[in-house]
């Protein structure tokens, strides 16, 4: 019989290939397009590959408001960067007509169940929107790319997983119903006031915009209050009283009177063991935010980093939210496995000679995949990202398996005059785990010897005055760690939500602020059309696909229910669109105003302004672009803000500087200015030049221009940037029709 299996990527189908067949695979293409054929008993199987999603969602009817009129359709008929699709498409289809039985080996979760059946209802059907034919559909579920795995995982065949399709095509549908109702709404209330601007609302992406905009509204409306605080130190360490925080200054000033007039006595020593247990595996959000804190590792990158270690076959599959590792992944062989690798063979084989082959695990499940884990394959060739994050994962694997570590507490009591002063510390008494994952030390303090009963002389006693903080911003890894505690969203669309709230430019830096225009954004919402924000209105959403995945709803009543939403929040849209477009209007021109940087010399009458490229970079440029294209690059990932200062020699504005870790500095914009020449010279020599302290004022001199101007080149172009975006490809093609496209979470 000949078969089709179609995998999601090229790599994972040349190991598929690799793995099945009875001898080699031969090797054949369409249009550029490899594809595999393999014999295996008296079967032969066609092993093909997608290149992600090949259809997306469009709007079928153009008249209908709210838009609910919607089917599948070829991606590359439809968005001119997914032309290149094309080719993958026809070859799968040209191949997969030969069959009569079909095997989507896409990756094991929703999306990769509804690209695969969306290919394979093509071929079979030739229609993307008819129903499968189960009978002759089978679905292969494998957790790594490994030979191994997948011999097994064909071996044993699963059944056409229908409500993992009904529950993503559910999701999809949805999201892009509500998304391009949403944003339409948006972009009208606006465009009525005159301006034209791309904006976009999501149905995980209104609740997450409203969680930072509260937070960015509490920043901004927190006012400090001003406590005192009494130290007392002893022999080199810290005591602090049992209320460290004391908002009266006259019981301040009492109780350090008291302090400094008393006698001190230690009061009590009081040991305790404390065992620590060993960290579980990794599932997808733990792996983000440990990469992020180790590594500063943008989640989205650990994301895209994963998935190649994986289909290279040196880790599972990662996009899970497992913290499990069954017994049937044969865990003994994954440690010898590791064991035979230079970097890990002292802790392997320690945990080979002692047979601990039972891991530690966390209480999060995930029932298509384990926890992260190694395959126990040696990586080739790595790049430093990809190295670090395997480190990460094969160190907390084999730390699972680790005997827990054991702190000893010791806690002194002073008695100060009936007042009571404390100090702890930890020391380790044995490391267990701690020497398996060196990207984890406890804090360890370890305090002198304290006789009780006896009197001590203090080194110091101390009255800090200090003032309450703000709440913290958010990083982007901490808020993909409290959406997935509220249940919004998924594990796999978490980073690309946020990225799209930075791409619309209502969010900005590595510290989460919400810009002026995002949080007008979230004020006409909140104000004319709360539900938008409302982050149990997209829980519910959430929890009733779910239940399509397990049987226990339908996709239809889901959808129907959605489309009941929809058509509320669309009503409040249209009553209020006058209010809202107002709103928006402020909140640029705010927005705007706030990035306004200083003159610009080139034309003379428009203002120099931070903008954000269609690439993401950030850049200067004029107000009066496209007339004016006066461009200069600024640094990446950092935060800029206006001096209102001007260079006196090359008459640019001079910005400050903030980036995360490292010391602000000033600069004006102009890369050729004589200030930046000695820009990377020795300290020595740099000092020399007393004209460039005029114009870049800093504690430390400024790195050499290659970091300090690595946005990108000067006089970027943002019209030529745009047309290089838009080129055509090469092949000829008809003009794909102007039709709505899917607005998913990430677009």
Excluded at 144 to 163: G, H, K, V
Excluded at 462 to 475: A, E, I, N, V, Y
Aim: hydrophobic share 35%; charged share 30%; with cysteine.
């Amino acid at each position: 019989m000949d078969k089709l299996i179609v995998a999601e990527k090229p790599s994972v189908a040349i190991r598929i290939a690799m793995s099945l067949g009875d001898s080699s695979p031969k090797t054949d293409n369409l249009n550029g397009v490899r594809y595999y054929i393999v014999t295996k008993g008296s079967d032969r199987i066609f092993v093909t590959s997608a290149a992600g999603h090949l259809f997306t969602l469009v709007q079928t009817k153009n008249d209908s408001v709210p838009v609910f009129d919607i089917e599948w359709a070829p991606s590359y008929k439809v968005n001119k960067g997914a032309y290149f699709t094309k080719k993958y498409l026809d070859a799968i289809a040209l191949v997969g007509r030969k069959c009569a039985f079909f095997i989507n080996a896409c990756d094991y979760d929703i999306e990769g169940t509804v690209i695969g059946t969306n290919i394979i209802k093509y071929v079979t059907k030739g229609n993307v929107n008819s129903e499968v034919d189960a009978h002759n559909v089978k679905r292969m579920r494998f957790s790594t790319t490994t030979n191994a795995d997948l011999i097994d995982a064909y071996n044993n065949l699963n059944e056409f997983d229908s409500t993992n399709f009904d529950a993503g095509e559910a999701r999809h549908r949805l999201d892009w119903m509500w998304g391009i109702n949403m944003s339409r709404a948006l972009m009208r209330a606006i465009s009525a006031k005159g301006i034209r601007k791309t904006l976009s609302i999501g149905r995980v992406q209104g609740p997450t915009l409203g969680i930072l905009a509260k937070r960015e509204i509490e920043i901004k409306n927190f006012v400090p209050k001003p406590y005192w605080k009494i130290t007392i130190t002893v022999s080199g360490v810290e005591f602090n009283s049992k209320d460290p925080e004391i908002f009266d200054k006259q019981i301040a000033d009492s109780k350090y009177g008291k302090a400094k007039s008393s006698k001190i006595m230690i009061k009590s020593v009081e040991s305790r063991e404390k065992p620590l247990r060993p960290f579980p595996p990794f599932d997808l959000t733990s792996l983000q935010l440990e990469a992020s804190r180790v590594f500063r590792i943008d989640p989205s990158r650990t994301l895209a980093i994963a998935q190649v270690l994986y289909e290279r076959s040196y880790i599972s599959y990662p996009r899970t939210s497992s913290q499990k590792l069954p017994t049937t992944l044969n865990l003994p062989r994954i440690i010898t496995g590791l064991s035979k690798m230079d970097e890990y063979s002292e802790i392997a084989h320690k945990l080979i000679r002692e047979s601990r082959y039972r891991p530690t695990e966390g209480a999060k499940e995930d029932e298509a995949h384990p926890a992260v884990y190694p395959t126990g394959e040696k990586p080739a060739t790595l790049t430093e990202e990809e190295r670090q994050v395997y480190d990460i994962i094969a160190r907390r694997f084999l730390a699972c398996f680790a005997d827990w570590a054991n702190l000893e507490e010791k806690r002194v009591t002073l008695d100060v005059g009936g007042e009571e002063y404390f100090a702890v510390g930890d020391t380790i008494k044995s490391a267990g785990w701690l020497d398996f994952y060196k990207y984890y030390k406890p804090k360890v303090l370890e305090l002198p010897s304290f006789t009780i009963g006896s009197t001590v002389t203090p080194d110091d006693i101390d009255l800090k005055s200090l003032k309450t903080l703000p709440p913290k911003r958010f990083s982007k890894a901490s808020l993909i760690s409290l959406l997935e505690s509220k249940d919004l969203g998924t594990k796999a669309t978490r980073a690309e939500i946020i990225d799209t709230l930075f791409k619309r430019e209502y969010i900005r830096g590595s510290s989460i602020e919400v810009t002026g225009f995002g949080l007008s954004v979230y004020d006409a919402l909140s104000n004319y059309s709360p539900n938008i924000i409302n982050e149990d209105l997209t829980k519910t959403l959430e929890t009733d696909m779910e239940k399509i995945e397990k049987g226990q709803a339908t996709k239809e009543n889901v959808i129907d229910e959605g489309k009941k939403i929809i058509t509320e929040l669309v009503k409040d849209f249209d009553k209020n669109e006058s209010s809202i477009g107002d709103a928006l209007i402020k909140g640029l021109k705010e927005s705007e105003n706030a990035n306004i940087l200083g003159p610009c010399r080139a034309c003379k009458t428009g203002s120099l302004t931070l903008r954000r490229s269609k690439a993401g970079k950030s850049f200067v440029g004029c107000s009066n672009w496209p007339k004016c294209t006066s461009t200069f690059s600024v640094p990446q990932y950092a935060k800029i803000v206006p001096t209102g200062k001007t260079c006196e020699l090359c008459k640019t504005p001079i910005i400050k500087v903030f980036r995360k870790a490292k010391r602000p500095f000033e600069m004006d914009l102009d890369p050729a200015c004589e200030t930046k020449k000695d820009w990377g010279k020795p300290k020595d020599k740099a000092a020399k030049a007393p004209e460039e302290a005029a114009t870049v004022k800093s504690e430390k001199a400024p790195k050499p221009v290659k970091e300090a101007l690595a946005a990108a080149p000067a006089q970027e172009k943002p019209k030529k940037l745009a047309k290089k975006k838009a080129a055509k490809p090469k092949t000829k093609k008809a003009k794909p029709k102007k039709v709505a496209t899917e607005q998913v979470e990430g677009s």
